[in-house]
C-alpha cells in the first residue's frame, strides 16, 4: 500500500511540475510574440543575445519566485490554522506525558520552504529558457 502511495504522490507531483513548467513557458512565449517588434530593434541597434534574453528570464523567474511564495504562504495558512487545531482535538481526546505536536516552526519546515522557494525559482528559469529557445531566433 506505501508503495502505490508513493508512487501516486510521485506522479502528481511530476504532472504539477510539467504543468508548472508549461504555464511559464506560455506565458513567456506570449510575452516574447507581443513585443517581437521591440526585439528586431533592439537586435538592429546591436544589443547582444544575452541583453535580448535577460529581461524574460528574469521575467520567469519572478513568475517562480511569486508562485513558491503562495504555495508557501498557503502551507504555513493551513499549517497554523487546520492542523493546529486537530493537533489540539488529539492532545485533548488522549492526553499523554508527552504532547502531540505536528505542527509548529521547526527547522524541517524551514528546510521545506527553502526547498519550494529554490524549485520555484528553477522551475520559472527552466520554463523562460524553454521558450526562449523556441521562439527567440538569434
Do not use: H
Request: hydrophobic letters at 60%; a positive charge.
Amino acid at each position: 500500500v506505501t508503495n502505490t502511495i508513493k508512487i501516486i504522490t510521485l506522479l502528481i507531483i511530476s504532472l504539477l511540475f510539467i504543468s508548472s513548467i508549461i504555464l511559464i513557458f506560455n506565458t513567456i512565449r506570449l510575452s516574447i510574440i507581443s513585443r517581437k517588434k521591440e526585439i528586431e530593434v533592439i537586435k538592429l541597434v546591436g544589443a547582444s543575445n544575452w541583453y535580448v534574453r535577460w529581461p524574460f528570464i528574469i521575467e520567469g523567474t519572478i513568475q517562480g519566485i511569486m508562485g513558491a511564495l503562495i504555495a508557501i504562504g498557503l502551507i504555513f495558512i493551513i499549517n497554523m490554522s487546520f492542523l493546529k487545531r486537530l493537533e489540539n482535538a488529539f492532545n485533548n481526546l488522549f492526553p499523554l506525558p508527552l504532547n502531540f505536536a505536528i505542527t509548529g516552526t521547526n527547522p524541517l519546515q524551514f528546510q521545506i520552504f527553502l526547498l519550494l522557494f529554490i524549485t520555484g525559482i528553477l522551475i520559472g528559469a527552466v520554463g523562460s529558457l524553454i521558450a526562449l529557445r523556441k521562439f527567440i531566433k538569434i
